[in-house]
Structure formats: C-alpha cells, structure tokens
C-alpha cells in the first residue's frame, strides 16, 4: 500500500484555490462596482429628495403669506362695506327728513364702493397666486416622494450588494441589481415627469 496518494494533493489544491479566487475575484469587482454606480445613484436622489421639498416648503411659506395677505384685503373689503352701509344709512335718513342729503355722502359712498372693487380684485388675484403657488408645491412634493421612494430602493440594493460580497452569491448580486433598476427607473420617472 502507498504511503501517499498517487496524484499531487498540493498543486491540485493550489490550482482550485486559484480558480475559485479567479471567480471570486471577477465576482467582487463586478458587485464593487455596481455597488459604487448605485450608491453615486442614490447620492443623487437623495439631493434631488431635498432639494424638492426644501423648495416645496418655501413655495407653501409663500402661499401662506399670500393667503395672510388676500384675508387682510378681504377684511379691507368688508370695512368698506360696512362704511359705505353706515354713509347709506346717514343718506336715507337725510332723505326720511326730507332734507337733501350733502353731496359729501355720496361722494363717500361712490368712493367706498370703487375702494370695495379695488380691495375684492386684489383678494381674488392673491388667491389665485396662493393657488399656483399652491398648486407647484405640491406637484415637487409628489416629485420628492418619489425621489425618496428611489432613494429607499437604491440604499436597499446597495445592502443587498454587500450581502452578495460577502456570501459571493450571484442569486443575491441579482436581487441588488434588479432593485437598483427599479430604483434607477423611479430616479429618471421623477427627474422628467
């Protein structure tokens, strides 16, 4: 009987750890890689996030100043009214004394209604103002929900490359990469919708 096996054991050995090295290796540059282009990716979604709503927020600050400001001319409005109702009273009862009212009266009346028009035109177009303003800031918070979404997914790829280096399984690369094309796609989606 023998003392040692026929075949040399120690160059077998050598040349399956070379190739399983090789497969490893190409494998773990391949993951890296991807891995890097995917966190860049997420970088960027993720100023893209803050960006949007950062914007969005001041675009809602804006609408709510303009709305202050169309309830102070709302408020103007009605102050008018009711001292062109006072001045209209004090005319009737001129005319339920049978006397004739001064000139003055409707003079003011004529000028409380003209600062009545003046005050509702300039509510209505504030109000308009906080609608677009409005209106935009939403619009970006649907875009900085999406951005997030994609943020979200690009960071749970990268995880899931991690885990795929260090296991060295392809199944788990792939799952890193098809969440990274959903989250990619979601990225591109929100930067031209």
């Known amino acids: 009987m023998p003392e040692g096996p026929e075949i040399d ?43 949007t709503v950062n914007e969005a927020l001041a675009l809602k600050t804006e609408a709510t100043r303009l709305q202050a ?30 006397k004739t009212p001064p000139a003055e009266l409707a003079a003011n009346e004529a000028r409380y209604a003209e600062e009545q028009k003046t005050a ?23 875009h900085h929900h999406l951005f997030a979404q994609s943020v979200a997914l690009l960071q749970v790829a990268i995880a899931l490359g991690a885990v ?10 792939g799952g890193s990469l098809l969440l990274g094309v959903i989250g990619t796609g979601l990225f591109g989606y929100a930067s031209f919708a």
């Open 69 to 98: 400001e169309a309830s102070d001319q709302w408020a103007y409005y009605q102050a008018k009214g009711l001292k062109s109702m006072v001045t209209e009273v004090s005319r009737n009862t001129w005319i339920a004394l049978d």
């Open 120 to 142: 509702r035109d300039k509510a209505e177009a504030l109000e308009k103002q906080r609608d677009e303003k409005s209106t935009e800031s939403d619009h970006l918070m649907r």
């Open 9 to 51: 054991t120690d160059k077998l050995r050598e040349t399956i750890d070379e190739e399983i090295e090789k497969e490893g290796g190409t494998l773990l540059r391949t993951v890296a890689l991807t891995t890097a282009i995917l966190a860049a990716l997420a970088a960027v979604a993720s100023l893209k996030a803050g960006g």
């Open 164 to 173: 795929a280096a260090l296991t060295r399984k392809r199944l788990v690369w």
